[in-house]
């Protein structure tokens, strides 16, 4: 039997185009489409309350990327992307279940927090809530990038209801731990032992120490493995953006200040022949091939953002700016409210 994949947005992004579609044509076909791939995901939900990596239709229940029934999955954005379409199905139709749905997640990100010397999440877990190994670099440990996607989970739970003050205490604890935990630089490294904080990596399922003589000397030396993971990377301006923007959305301060240095960035890092970004890091990744070209969504959605915040600043100088996150969440949101705009939320 073939997997059914969640994370990747394999499920979510095709769902958010139809309703555009449907919005945009008045095909009731595509609202149908889109509505049996929102099924599709809410039953997919784990009994814990979390979402798999995949969803295993032999055996009718979610999986982890080795086939642990039920565990849980934060990497690659399979949390973020459930509770958008478990929003998209609640507005769409008003049944409660949806909305339901969402807070069984919420609390699932809530209780999956690493805990030890950590404050954050895994990439992904069992059914039991403890983290689990994946792929074979990708270790049962606290994880940057995890902490990062489910950190814009709780802006996102919080934004649907403010008035639960759960989601921003855990948002302001995460913040707290993050500053007291960084180096001078403000980075951390993508990986820690939750238990005693201790920097690692993994590779062919063997655990590395970065503070154990020649662990790490050995993987810079012998592996294809990740470089960009064997130094600290950035984390705490990261989180402090995050945060904010549970406050303030996408017109806090920190995120309208960021956003031209990073656009800059982008525009310099973009290959003038194509029009399009090589990532280098894929020729010395794990699971990689060699260099690859790519169309990075990211950078093109900085950029629209960028191109809105300066016509606003040129049309109403000095009026409080509003910046629109551009990917297609936001949009099959306005397709929403557009076919259903008698909704209380509206």
């Not at 749905?101 to 069992?126: E, N």
């Amino acid at each position: 039997y073939p997997e059914v994949k969640l994370q990747d947005s394999v499920q979510a992004h095709p769902i958010q185009l139809l309703l555009i579609l449907a919005q945009i044509t008045g095909d009731k076909t595509f609202l149908d489409a889109a509505i049996k791939g929102g099924e599709f995901v809410y039953r997919a939900q784990n009994p814990n309350g979390s979402w798999s990596h995949h969803w295993d239709p032999q055996h009718k229940h979610g999986a982890t990327v080795r086939g642990l029934p039920r565990g849980g999955e934060i990497n690659d954005l399979a949390m973020n992307d459930a509770i958008d379409i478990m929003h998209l199905m609640y507005l769409l139709t008003g049944e409660k279940r949806f909305e339901q749905a969402m807070d069984r997640g919420g609390q699932w990100i809530l209780d999956a927090d690493t805990g030890g010397k950590t404050v954050g999440w895994a990439q992904q877990y069992d059914e039991h809530n403890k983290p689990t190994v994946a792929r074979a670099f990708e270790p049962a440990a606290w994880c940057r990038t995890a902490t990062l996607n489910a950190a814009r989970l709780l802006v996102t739970l919080h934004q649907q209801k403010p008035g639960d003050g759960r989601y921003l205490r855990k948002l302001e604890a995460l913040k707290k731990w993050a500053h007291e935990n960084v180096d001078k630089n403000g980075d951390i490294h993508e990986y820690l032992e939750p238990q005693t904080g201790r920097a690692l990596l993994m590779w062919q399922d063997k655990v590395y120490y970065a503070d154990k003589p020649g662990d790490y000397e050995y993987l810079k030396n012998n592996t294809p493995t990740s470089t960009r993971n064997l130094n600290p990377r950035p984390f705490i301006q990261d989180v402090d953006r995050i945060v904010a923007m549970a406050y303030d959305g996408y017109n806090s301060e920190e995120f309208i200040n960021w956003l031209p240095t990073r656009v800059k960035q982008e525009l310099a890092s973009q290959n003038p022949d194509c029009g399009m970004w090589v990532l280098p890091i894929f020729s010395n990744f794990s699971g990689s091939i060699g260099a690859a070209f790519t169309v990075k969504c990211n950078p093109v959605d900085r950029m629209l953002q960028h191109i809105d915040l300066q016509r606003q600043r040129a049309q109403s100088p000095g009026k409080t700016l509003e910046i629109f996150e551009k990917n297609p969440m936001p949009q099959a949101l306005q397709a929403v409210k557009a076919m259903n705009p008698k909704h209380p939320v509206f």
